[in-house]
């Protein structure tokens, strides 16, 4: 089948818009017809050309849609399930899998093997590659069983993209790899999408007081919507006193959710004693960061964290339970729907940071 889709030829050069030839799904994956798909930053660094990735490519991995058809030996899906896709598909067998660390599995299997068919190719009859198994920004796409999760069909697709990476990050990165415990002291350097949704999730978690910090102010206003305490525009100013004064002395957790060497450092120097900072943007390929080695001594923590170290097909559905119940604050985390012939003002927008997280919708598909 043919669908439109957004093809990046080349890192840094513009997305244009093609027609492409869908393959019919393997016996182990589905045909999907997308909904929404957000825009995350890490779309951005591999366009940018800041990942290592292959090209051309069809970005787009935080991506809810309705399944349309599944192959032969698809076991957990059928057609009309409402799903949300993740790039953390697992094999449920090597050692990261069977010890429950599933977002860092060392065999995904989300792709086909190199030399197999290509699942989507260009008018010329060219291979046309997909992040980590997933390409939302397509009317629809082929992908792993392992790479979706069914969801209830009363959740608006168009609010259910997100949780595929953002939420799932955001909420993990609070809930699984930092575990924040009640009462407990948070800053977040960076209140984009991810950011956003490590506040929010703070405040699910019981945090006494959440430190949100950003460059544009109207993120800060967000990020007070999502439950920040304090705020700090970030210019030429000191965050590490200035958090420190306002603490009382520093923070029990810090979240870095921009992907600079220098807000990295900063997150771990506003720690107090025993406390961690989590690093959660991704830096550039070659960055390394300088931390003070005394620092360490009180026990001070700088941990990675991929993906929330999610266990996605349980997260999701209740995550989700979460949002019905009033408790995700989704609606102002998506600021803005385009369709995808618009989706470099969404890009151009996230690079000004004046949006939270914009998705591409796909008519038809979405519900109102
Ligand atoms: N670890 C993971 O598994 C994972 C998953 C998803 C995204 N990410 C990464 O997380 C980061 C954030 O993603 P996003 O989609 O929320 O990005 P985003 O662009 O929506 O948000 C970044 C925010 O940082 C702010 N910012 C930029 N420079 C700043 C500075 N010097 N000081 C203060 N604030 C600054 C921007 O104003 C913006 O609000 C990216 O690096 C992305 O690649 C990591
Ligand atoms: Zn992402
Ligand atoms: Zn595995």
Redesign the pocket.
Same mark, same amino acid.
Do not use: E
């Given at each position: 089948m043919s669908v439109r889709a957004a093809v990046v030829y080349r890192s840094g050069e513009p997305i244009v818009i093609e027609t492409l030839s869908l393959d019919d799904p393997g016996p182990r994956e589905l045909r999907v017809r997308v909904a929404a798909t957000g825009?995350?930053?890490?779309d951005?660094?591999v366009a940018e050309g800041a990942f290592p990735s292959r090209f051309p490519i069809v970005l787009g991995h935080e991506t809810s849609g309705v399944v349309e058809s599944v192959g032969a030996d698809v076991r957990t899906l059928r057609p009309g399930d409402h799903v949300v896709c993740c790039i953390s598909g697992f094999c449920g067998q090597c050692e990261p899998c069977v010890t429950g660390h599933l977002?860092i599995c060392q065999d995904k299997g989300v792709d086909r093997p190199r030399g197999a068919k290509p699942r989507m190719v260009d008018g010329d009859g060219k291979a046309i590659h997909q992040m980590t198994g997933i390409s939302g920004f397509s009317e629809a796409m082929i992908v792993s069983e392992r790479s979706c999760v069914s969801i209830r069909r009363d959740m608006p697709l168009d609010l259910a993209c997100v949780l595929g990476?953002?939420v799932l990050?955001g909420f993990g990165?609070v809930a699984h790899t930092a575990k924040v415990t009640p009462g407990s002291i948070v800053a977040v350097?960076?209140?984009?999408?991810? @950011? =956003?949704m490590i506040v929010n999730a703070a405040r699910i978690a019981g945090a006494g007081r959440i430190v949100a910090?950003?460059? %544009?102010p109207a993120?800060l206003d967000l990020a007070r919507k999502m439950g920040a305490s304090d705020v700090i525009e970030?210019k030429d100013n000191d965050l590490v006193a200035e958090t420190m004064a306002l603490t009382g002395g520093g923070v029990h957790f810090s979240f870095e959710?921009? @992907? =600079?060497k220098?807000?990295v450092e900063t997150a771990f120097r506003m720690l107090r004693p025993g406390g961690a900072c989590t690093? %959660?943007?991704?830096?550039a390929m070659g960055a390394e960061f300088s931390i003070p080695a005394m620092d360490l001594l009180l026990e001070r923590r700088l941990q990675?964290?991929?993906?929330?170290s999610n266990h996605f097909p349980l997260d999701i559905p209740r995550l989700i339970d979460f949002y019905m119940d009033g408790r995700l604050n989704l609606k102002t985390l998506v600021s803005r729907r385009l369709p995808l012939d618009d989706v470099d003002q969404a890009f151009a927008a996230?690079?000004s940071?004046e949006?939270?997280?914009s998705v591409i919708t796909f008519p038809g598909v979405v519900q109102v």
């Open positions: 825009v995350c930053h890490s951005l660094h977002s990476c953002a990050t990165a350097l960076g209140c984009g999408g991810v @950011g =956003l910090i950003d460059r %544009v993120k970030a959710a921009i @992907g =600079l220098t807000t690093v %959660v943007g991704v830096a990675g964290c991929y993906m929330g996230m690079k940071g949006a939270a997280r």
